[in-house]
């Protein structure tokens, strides 16, 4: 006889109740990356949109980050580290694929016996992990959840390839997600193509990364529309009651085009964090809200569009209710 086995039943809905961000101390300016390589200020704030970024040190790794970061999502979101059940961190850049970092971090910040695991869905990676802590909170896996996106790029970037150096740079952004009857997470739109998987790569563990950048620009900038118009439907708003617009921080020419692709109201709030950031990866997103938020820019109970996408190829957007 096969049997049937019962499930448990979760809360109707997820909402975020804080960000909390990490920027490394070391600040980068493409003055200083034009004393390395062959480029210019003019050249790299033209065609990426980037002023400067940030280069992590060595007591800055990619768990150091994810700690200080959620340490301080979970100090504005008020809940206690004991009562966190579930750790995502979402990173590409891991020193090491074992062990994954999820329990370090977890164990660090004073979370016991957490449910940890990383992920790798590389500049998707945020939004893939807080579709997860969602879905678990939903199925009655989890209560509170800790979504991490953090990233030490420099570890696997060749400072001597100006096509790449200019762009990366390190950080972490954290969101604390809990159990709520009315949802603050909408359905996420997921998908990829791995007939491009080696526009974005690293070869192996002595390689740098290599990026067709051409390639991931015209596919960001032609095929993610889309999917973002399907994730307002999901969640049942309309692309005209958006007010804040937080796609991957790739490049400022990919964020402007889709602004404009998506026909966004004039008066909503678009991160343009890369400006000072550079792209972090699965950082990008929760750093670019955070900010936003501390500066005022974002209030509580504004209706966000967040759209991850990168290697892979990955993508993944979802609509968020702002805490
Ligand atoms: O987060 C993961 C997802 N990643 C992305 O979404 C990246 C998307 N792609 C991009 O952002 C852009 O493609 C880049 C910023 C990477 C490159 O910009 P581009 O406008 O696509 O430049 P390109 O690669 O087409 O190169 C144009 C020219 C080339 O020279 P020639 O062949 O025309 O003489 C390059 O050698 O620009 C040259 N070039 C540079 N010149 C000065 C490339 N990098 C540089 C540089 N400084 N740093």
Same mark, same amino acid.
């Given at each position: 006889?096969?049997?049937?086995?019962?499930?448990?039943?979760?809360?109707?809905?997820?909402?975020?109740?804080?960000?909390?961000?990490?920027?490394?101390?070391?600040?980068?300016?493409?003055?200083?990356?034009?004393?390395?390589?062959?480029?210019?200020?003019?050249?790299?704030?033209?065609?990426?949109?980037?002023?400067?970024?940030?280069?992590?040190?060595?007591?800055?790794?990619?768990?150091?980050?994810?700690?200080?970061?959620?340490?301080?999502?979970?100090?504005?979101?008020?809940?206690?580290?004991?009562?966190?059940?579930?750790?995502?961190?979402?990173?590409?850049?891991?020193?090491?694929?074992?062990?994954?970092?999820?329990?370090?971090?977890?164990?660090?910040?004073?979370?016991?016996?957490?449910?940890?695991?990383?992920?790798?869905?590389?500049?998707?990676?945020?939004?893939?992990?807080? +579709?997860? &802590?969602? *879905?678990?909170?939903? @199925? =009655?896996?989890?209560?509170? $959840?800790?979504?991490?996106? !953090?990233?030490?790029?420099?570890?696997?970037?060749?400072?001597?390839?100006?096509?790449?150096?200019?762009?990366?740079?390190?950080?972490?952004?954290?969101?604390?997600?809990?159990?709520?009857?009315?949802?603050?997470?909408?359905?996420?739109?997921?998908?990829?193509?791995?007939?491009?998987?080696?526009?974005?790569?690293?070869?192996?563990?002595?390689?740098?990364?290599?990026?067709?950048?051409?390639?991931?620009?015209?596919?960001?900038?032609?095929?993610?529309?889309?999917?973002?118009?399907?994730?307002?439907?999901?969640?049942?708003?309309?692309?005209?009651?958006?007010?804040?617009?937080?796609?991957?921080?790739?490049?400022?020419?990919?964020?402007?085009?889709?602004?404009?692709?998506?026909?966004?109201?004039?008066?909503? +709030?678009? &991160?343009? *964090?890369?400006?000072? @950031? =550079?792209?972090?990866?699965? $950082?990008?997103?929760?750093? !670019?809200?955070?900010?936003?938020?501390?500066?005022?820019?974002?209030?509580?109970?504004?209706?966000?569009?967040?759209?991850?996408?990168?290697?892979?190829?990955?993508?993944?957007?979802?609509?968020?209710?702002?805490?």
């Amino acid at each position: 006889m096969t049997r049937r086995l019962s499930a448990r039943a979760g809360a109707p809905g997820a909402r975020i109740l804080g960000f909390g961000d990490y920027r490394p101390r070391r600040i980068v300016t493409n003055e200083e990356i034009s004393q390395r390589v062959d480029t210019d200020d003019e050249w790299i704030r033209t065609r990426v949109g980037i002023a400067e970024r940030r280069f992590a040190g060595d007591d800055e790794s990619v768990v150091d980050m994810s700690v200080a970061a959620a340490g301080k999502a979970l100090a504005t979101s008020g809940v206690l580290a004991q009562d966190i059940d579930t750790v995502i961190v979402a990173t590409c850049t891991p020193p090491a694929p074992i062990p994954g970092l999820a329990p370090e971090v977890a164990h660090r910040l004073g979370i016991a016996s957490a449910g940890a695991f990383d992920l790798n869905a590389a500049c998707a990676g945020f939004c893939y992990g807080l +579709a997860s &802590a969602a *879905d678990a909170i939903r @199925s =009655g896996s989890s209560q509170n $959840a800790l979504v991490i996106g !953090a990233e030490k790029l420099t570890d696997w970037t060749d400072q001597d390839d100006r096509g790449t150096c200019i762009i990366f740079g390190d950080g972490a952004g954290a969101a604390v997600v809990t159990a709520t009857d009315s949802p603050g997470i909408g359905p996420v739109v997921w998908g990829s193509d791995g007939e491009k998987s080696r526009a974005i790569s690293v070869a192996d563990r002595s390689s740098f990364m290599e990026m067709d950048g051409r390639a991931v620009y015209r596919w960001a900038t032609t095929q993610l529309a889309d999917s973002a118009h399907r994730a307002c439907k999901l969640a049942g708003v309309d692309i005209s009651d958006i007010d804040v617009f937080v796609p991957h921080q790739a490049n400022l020419r990919i964020v402007d085009s889709m602004v404009r692709t998506l026909k966004l109201r004039d008066d909503v +709030a678009v &991160a343009r *964090d890369i400006v000072t @950031s =550079g792209n972090t990866s699965s $950082a990008s997103i929760p750093l !670019a809200l955070t900010a936003m938020i501390e500066r005022g820019e974002v209030k509580t109970g504004d209706t966000a569009l967040l759209l991850g996408f990168g290697a892979g190829l990955t993508f993944a957007g979802q609509v968020i209710i702002c805490p």
